[in-house]
Each structure stands twice: as structure tokens, then as C-alpha cells.
């Protein structure tokens, strides 16, 4: 049964006020904001109340920064060991058809920057525990739109925290994305529902706030609690607290449960779902007495955009990104998830560093009120020197004349700080280490100039695996995401059929198998024949020209001449002809793989994969590869090699594209340097 936009917009409240209600969600992103203030450093460390505390007492607390190395390491690893998104071919599925989605999800990717987005991602999930990937088809760009690839974090991002599955598309109910909006963007948005936006911007919402009074609010109490919203009273940032005329909406992603069949014919072998509700019900009825089809009850899915300001719909989309296409857009990253509950990179080294801020500050605390211990002196009554020794007592090289202070002076001996304090503050820093699997070695700081070369890489391996599960963690994400990417290609095709060719022309798919395939079409069914190449004329047999009559004689001649000078044009035209017919062959090899490609609209045949993320899995791999070239080079295609090593991406695309240009120089037929004539 089709919903109403009342009933839409009912489950939509719904799913805003229990976003908003969950403590568990609240309690994580005080986390985040605890590990942001960690992470930036200087006073962030210190809450108000502590800081003024210490100042209070002639002390400047102290900030030692042991997250953001740690997080920078870590980021670095990731940056240096970044891995692609590609499709790899099932059992049975094309090689060929994998390849060509690899090419348009590299390109889809390419354009949106992504590189840049998944560092931030990766880095700004690792800070907060949490962060996300978000898809987007911009329209404006091309008939079809096109792929933005967005990062959010969970500020941004409100998510059903009763699936604790890290796929959200296993069972989440909603994802929520909080975005500030512009009255007069609203309004553009929304063509004709001037006075709709008009009510809603000063109504009463959920909330038991207006919008346009909730931006002042902020602007005064500056993120305090605003009539009982604990989601919407997070610190917002001073830009947008500059900016009066912004709106807060929800875009709320959620899927509709309908009752559908799946109708399996035990004949043909077909599966086919039926979701229209009336085809439903008939063939429940008449599906019990068949002996041929097998009925199977499914609930069916069907993602909508629905984008909420207050209590007012301002739209619902079902399946925006094109039919059957259900997954959600929005993509999870946590460095470790355990049923649920999110950490970060951070979790283990926040009290510690804490712990050391405050014991190193303390410790600080204590010289200063030893280097100035005080003095004993003979009498008080001078009160100038006395002042004069109170401020400057504790300075080098100080000159005292006794004789202002009664005749005697002497320095009070300090106490001596205790060894303890010493045997803490190394102990901290180690214990940093061992708890983020993050040393010296791998922050790149020097180590123990006894250690040998072997030994620190060895140590920055093993940092490397005690690491492994967050970047294990970030692979999954991408897994996910390169396959919704895929998805939403096939269903939405927002690459036209031009645009792949062109990223096909860029890439190496067209080698000489294919080429090969392609010349067999072309000579077969367009010319018959393959192009020929110039020879030399046949010499003539003296003896025939002996026997002939003059006439005869004159005819051959003439006839020779008028070959040879053919001959002669041909060899002339012979490049351009062998460049336009090349061409002709590699124009039908894109066609033979974009036919191939569009033929296939499902993902029984493709698998979205990442290269493998562990340095010593790759290393493994690459040294089996590499025996393998030794030993069978000639029948393993060099890219595949290529793709292997641990070179930058752009430079093993610079190497293939140079061996596929060696490849279609080799194909290209060579012409004869001259033509002989009898």
C-alpha cells in the first residue's frame, strides 16, 4: 500500500525524535568532542575550571601532544599504503566487463577528489570514532548527473543505533543528515511553497522550539540546552553563529517495507520478484495449487529521500538513484566496531595523556617553589629590601648587603624533588606507546643509535600489524561504498555511452586480445579481407616476352607500367590507410566492450574488492608474482605485474600506457620500402 505524505512525514518525525532521544549516540559524540580537544592540543587539554585553577597559583598549565602523532603516524601509513577500489569478475563473470567498471569507478572517483575525501574520512573517523562516506549525483553537470563523493562526520550524521551491524544497510531503519540551509536557498529549492516555508520558519516544531529562533538562541547561550533539545545544543561552529538567516534540516534516508513474491519457475530455472500489491495477492491465491513455480513471500525495500525543516516535508523521493537501487548512500567508518559500540584511534591514550599534562604541570609547579625556596635574614625592618628580596630573591647572580637585613642573610636549602616524579614521566610516554602500537620507529623520531636498520624495521612492522584492524576496518568501508558506487551506475547509467568510451580510450583495456577480436569482426563482416600490405610485382618470365607479337609485347608493357605506378600510389597512401583502418578496429573493440558492458545490469558476474591492505600480504604476493613472470612472462599480461608493485598510483598508469603504445606499434603492419618491377 502506497504512503501518504502524511504518514511519510509522521515516520520521519519519528525517526528525528529517536535520533535525538538515544543516549548512546549523545555519549559518542561527547567522546568525539573530548578527542578533538585532545587532538588539537594547547589549552583544549584542560577544561576552564583546571586552567584557571592553575594560573590562579602562578602556574602555566602544561600540554604535552601524544594524540596527534599518533594520529598523524597513522595517517601517514594509510597515505603511503593507499589502496584502490576495483571490480574483480566472479566465477564465470567477464574479466573484461570488470575491468571497464574498475576504469568508470576510477574516473567517478577521480573527479570527486577522493583521495582527499578518504584521508579526511579515514583521519577524521580515527579522531571521533565514528566518520562517513556520502554519495551524491549532481545533475547539473551532465544529462545523466554526476558522482560527489562527500565526507560527513557524526555531527553531521545521525544513524539507527539499534543496528549494530556495520553495514547500516543490514538493518538500519533511517540515516539522518543534519544540514544548515539558506532561507532564500529553501525558498529556490522549493518553488511555490513561499508561504508553507513562511509557517514553518516560525512555527512550533517537535522540538518545542521556532527555527528562526533557534539560530538566536545559539547566538546568545552560545550551544546551551535550548527548550529540552540535547541533539541540537552541540557546540555549533562561530562561522555559522555569524550567519543569521540559516535553517536547520533533516534529510532523512529510511526504506519502506511492502510485501512482495518471489516467483521461482522450476522449468526455465528464472527467479522473478513481484512487488504490485494486487499481483501479490492473486498469486498467493493461485500459487498454493502449482506444481511448476515456487513462491517465496519477500519484504521488499524501497529507499526514500525524505527532507524534513521542523514538522514541515519539504520532499520525498522514492528510489532516487533509479530502480531496484536500494542501498543506502551514506557509508560507515569506525577504526574498531565491536557490537555497536565505536573506538578510535584515541581511546587508550587519552587518560594517559591527561594523566602526564597534569603530573608534568605539577612537577613544574614544584621547582618553581623550590628554585625560590626563601631566606633567612637578621631583621624585617628594612621594608624596601625586603620587598627588593621577596620579587628578586630567586634571580642568578643576585648581590645582598647584609647589613640591610640586621647583618645576616642566608638561602633556605630546597628540598630535592622527589625521584618518583622523574620514574612517572618517562613511564607515561612508554605506556602512550605500548597502548597506541605507536613508537618512536614508526612516528620517525630517532631510536636507539645501538638498534640496527633491520631491528627498527622490524619494530615499525609490528606496529603496522598491531594497526591493521583499523586499516582492515577502512578497506570493508571501501568495499561497501565502491559497491554502491557500482550500483548506482548501473542503475541510474549517469555515464553515458561516449563518456565511457573515452575512459576506456584513456585506459589499457583495449590490448591486443582485444584488438585481435576486433580486427576479426572488422575483416570479416566490414571488408571482407584484411588490409594488404605493398609488395613487389612479379618479375616476367623473359622467354613469355620472346614468343609475344609486337602488340602483345606493347600491351604487357604498358600494363606493367600502369601496376607499377599503382603500386608506387598505393605505397604512398598505404599509412594513412593502415592508420584508418586501425582506427576502424579500435573504434568496434569499444563497441565490443561497452555492448559487453551494458549487457551486464547485475552484480552476479563483478565483486567490488580492495588490493590487499597488510604490507606483508602485499610483499608475498608481489614475490609470487614475480616467480611467476620468471618462469611463465610471456602468457602474463605486464599490467597485471604492474598493478602489484608498491609504485604510486600515477606512475603504473605512465608505465602502462607506454607498453600499450609499444603494443599497438607492434600490431600496426609495417610497409615495404620500395616496389620492384621487371
Known sequence: MK??????????????????????????????????????????????????????????????????????????????????????????????????????????????????????????????????????????????????????????????????????????????????????????????????????????DSLESKPSERMAKWMVQEGETVSGDDDESEQIPDIELMRKYRYLTHECWWKAVTPALIVGDTQTGKVALVTEEKQVLKLHRKGKKSVRFVLTPYANKVLHKTVMMGNLMLEDKPEPFGKGMNDYPIVRFSPLWDEGYASGFLDDAISLNREENIHRTQTIRILNQTANSGWVVGSDANKPYIRILKNFGSVPGIVLPKDKFGNFIDKITPNQLPVGHFTMGNQFEQDIKRTSGVDDATQGYTTNQSESGRAINLKMQSNRQASEIFFDNWYHTLEIFGTLLLKVNMASNFYTDDEIKAIVEESSLIDMRLMAKAKAVVTGKLYGADLPQPQPLPPINPQVLQMADPMTKMKIMQQMQAGVKGAQEYMKAYPQLAQTFEGAIREQAKEMLLAELRQDKGLYGVKVTVSPSAPTERLAQFMQMDALMTKYGALIPPDIFIDMTELPEAKKEEIKARLAQQQQAQMRPQPQQGVKAA
Open 3 to 204: 504512503l501518504t505524505d502524511a504518514q511519510i512525514q509522521k515516520q520521519c518525525v519519528t525517526f528525528i525524535d529517536d535520533a535525538q532521544q538515544h543516549t548512546s549516540m549523545r555519549d559518542q559524540r561527547d567522546r568525539a568532542e573530548r578527542y578533538q580537544d585532545f587532538f588539537r592540543g594547547g589549552t583544549h587539554q584542560w577544561t576552564q575550571e583546571e586552567y584557571d585553577t592553575y594560573k590562579s597559583r602562578g602556574v602555566e598549565p602544561i600540554t604535552i601532544n601524544r594524540c596527534k602523532p599518533i594520529v598523524k603516524s597513522l595517517l601517514g601509513m594509510y597515505l603511503q599504503s593507499r589502496q584502490e577500489v576495483r571490480v574483480q569478475p566472479r566465477r564465470g563473470g567477464s574479466s573484461t566487463t570488470a575491468q571497464v567498471h574498475t576504469e568508470v569507478l576510477k574516473h567517478a572517483q577521480d573527479v570527486s577528489y577522493a583521495d582527499y575525501v578518504y584521508a579526511q574520512a579515514f583521519m577524521r573517523g580515527g579522531i571521533d570514532t565514528e566518520s562517513y562516506l556520502k554519495l551524491e549525483i549532481d545533475r547539473s553537470m551532465n544529462v545523466n548527473g554526476q558522482p560527489v563523493i562527500k565526507p560527513r562526520s557524526i555531527f553531521d550524521i545521525q544513524v539507527d543505533r539499534n543496528a549494530v551491524e556495520y553495514d547500516l544497510n543490514e538493518s538500519a531503519k533511517y540515516i539522518i543528515d543534519r544540514q544548515w540551509m539558506d532561507r532564500d536557498e529553501l525558498k529556490a529549492l522549493y518553488p511555490g511553497r513561499d508561504d508553507e516555508l513562511a509557517k514553518a520558519f516560525d512555527s512550533v
